[in-house]
């Protein structure tokens, strides 16, 4: 070994290959970025509300609640009596990052819920690309940050103040680390993504799976690979734990949900009504364009569960599939919870990789204008909650 190679790697030598290892990521973040606030501010129109306010629409205004006021202490009710929902229905760890941010800049805790979403997804799309770097190449690691941060119908929600973005950075982070079998890693970022959403019974779940794989080829126990399931498993039931605590009922966080938002396990009967109504007589282009991507969807992940997928990926992407369109509720809000689920991702990215540059440039540039101007027509024009 000479001289030169036995010398390690400087700091900056080390900052230097990161930055040229996420340059994409941090590409596609601000060309997406900006197709998505363009198409949004030109969507918007004069006199109306601003991009900031779109930015913090909905969901956004609870958790910058969250993050300036902290969690009720009891159930809510309305005029009639019955129970309503309420912040507790919000994991907390993104509010807690929006309350750092703010405490630590000193800015608006809307434009700090703002700022957190969209530096969880810068490290969202490094984590995802290189992990489908590792398990795909480059191209199509490439290939699948722009169908994830602008193709997706929703995907304009990872630049809101909304919790999609820190979720898909933690479990992308995750099933990285995991693939690395750095494990306390793998479970230390699962723990906190069973603290921003309820589906991190996905990433749990794929945690599980990649630990058992491990110990079967390894014919040995392990403290660290077992550590990680505890981590991945504890966090969501001590949340939901902590709400029935605080309300003195243990089913109260499922209550509240109910109450607020209709949404509870039916074993998807309510997908497969909407689904039913919608194409049989539905009119609305809301309506109709949900069943057809959904479907979409679906078929995309079951191309993608072959052996050429990694095993963990496809139980992180299906269980979060399943979770989503396995609950009822609102039915326009399919689309963004499933942006983070990434493995039906997997099967367009590999096949637009491998076409020409030019296809795949017109390809991913057309999907991107439609992602892009999807979320804003649900942001503008649509009146309900996303």
């Known amino acids: 070994m000479s001289p030169a190679e036995s010398v390690p790697e400087g700091r900056p030598e080390k900052l230097k290959r990161f930055g040229r290892l996420a340059a994409p990521a941090f590409a596609v973040y601000v060309s997406s970025m900006v197709a998505h606030l363009v198409l949004l501010a030109l969507m918007s129109g004069p006199g109306g509300p601003g991009l900031l306010d779109r930015l913090l629409a909905w969901d956004g205004h609870l958790y910058t609640d969250i993050a300036a006021h902290g969690y009720p202490d009891s159930f809510t009710y309305g005029a009639d009596g019955k129970p309503t929902g309420n912040n507790l229905a919000f994991f907390p760890l993104f509010p807690l990052l929006s309350r750092a941010v703010h405490t630590l800049t000193g800015l608006d805790v809307g434009i700090a819920a703002v700022v957190t979403a969209h530096l969880a ?24 940050l722009v169908l994830l941060a602008a193709a997706q119908p929703m995907a304009l ?44 019974v996905s990433i749990a779940a794929a945690i599980t799976v990649a630990v058992a794989v491990h110990l079967y080829r390894e014919r040995r126990l392990s403290w660290r690979p077992l550590t990680a399931v505890a981590l991945a498993c504890i966090s969501t039931p001590a949340y939901l734990w ?44 809301v309506a109709v364009s949900t069943a057809v991507l959904t479907l979409g969807l679906l078929c995309a992940t079951a191309i993608a569960c072959r052996r050429t997928t990694w095993l963990p990926l496809i139980v992180y992407g ?37 076409t020409t540059n030019r296809t795949a440039a017109i390809t991913l540039g057309a999907a991107a204008l439609f992602g892009c101007w999807y979320g804003a027509y649900m942001l503008t024009t649509w009146h309900y909650a996303i």
């Not at 995750?174 to 699962?190: I, V």
């Not at 029935?244 to 243990?250: A, D, E, F, K, Q």
């Not at 109450?259 to 396990?265: C, E, F, K, P």
């Open 318 to 354: 299906c269980s979060l599939v399943v979770l989503t369109l396995g609950q009822s509720n609102f039915y326009h809000s399919k689309l963004r919870l499933l942006i983070p689920a990434l493995v039906f991702l997997v099967p367009l990215a590999r096949a637009i990789a491998r």
């Open 242 to 285: 902590w709400v029935g605590n605080r309300l003195h009922r243990p089913d109260a966080w499922f209550l509240i949900q109910e109450a607020g938002w209709g949404t509870h396990w039916d074993n998807g009967r309510a997908y497969v009504d909407f689904l039913r109504t919608t194409l049989t007589s539905g009119d609305g282009w």
């Open 121 to 144: 997804m810068i490290a969202a799309l490094i984590a995802v690309q290189q992990l489908m770097t590792r398990l795909y190449g480059r191209r199509t690691a490439i290939v699948a």
């Open 157 to 200: 929600a990872f630049f809101m103040a909304y919790s999609e973005s820190l979720f898909l950075a933690l479990c992308a982070g995750a099933l990285l680390a995991a693939h690395r079998k750095a494990w306390l890693t793998a479970g230390a970022l699962a723990l906190l993504a069973g603290l921003t959403r309820p589906a991190a």
